[in-house]
């Protein structure tokens, strides 16, 4: 079985484009909108890797991030954040982040860094 990524993003082009260079590079990817939706599918089937947008409404990514390692009935999920922030990566070390991408992202960047990340992860292109 490939690694399951969930990748949560309020922008749907960013979403899109995500899933179909990770589906490319042989990993199972599902997308939510906002972190709402991703804590339903994180519930439901914990991910092996969680990339997910720093500005997003209603609930932040730093603060879901902060509400599952709160749920000690989630296991502990490797994640990275996608930012165009500055402070990104400051916040994040908090939390346990794995990495950190900015925006616009890089595919070759993105690859890479789910390849360290995830268990079995697969090799990037380029």
């Known amino acids: ?3 399951r990524i969930l990748i949560v993003d309020d922008d ?3 979403r899109d484009l995500s899933r179909m ?3 490319n590079a042989g990993y199972d990817v599902e997308v939510a909108p906002d ?4 804590g339903h599918i994180v519930l439901r089937s914990p ?3 969680i990339i997910i947008d720093v500005n997003m409404p209603h609930m932040d990514g730093f603060e879901f991030v902060a509400a599952l390692r709160a749920d000690k009935s989630v296991p502990q999920i490797p994640v990275i954040f996608m930012t165009s922030e500055e402070e990104g990566e400051y916040r994040g070390k908090g939390l346990g982040a794995a990495g950190y991408i900015t ?3 890089r595919v070759d960047r993105l690859l890479a860094l789910v390849a360290k990340c995830v268990p079995g992860g697969m090799h990037p292109i380029g």
Do not use: G, Q, Y
Not at 35 to 38: F, K, L, P, S, V
């Open 1 to 3: 079985m490939p690694p």
């Open 12 to 14: 749907p082009t960013i």
């Open 21 to 23: 260079h990770l589906s």
């Open 35 to 38: 972190a709402m939706a991703a």
């Open 47 to 49: 991910p092996d890797l």
């Open 103 to 105: 925006k616009p992202v």
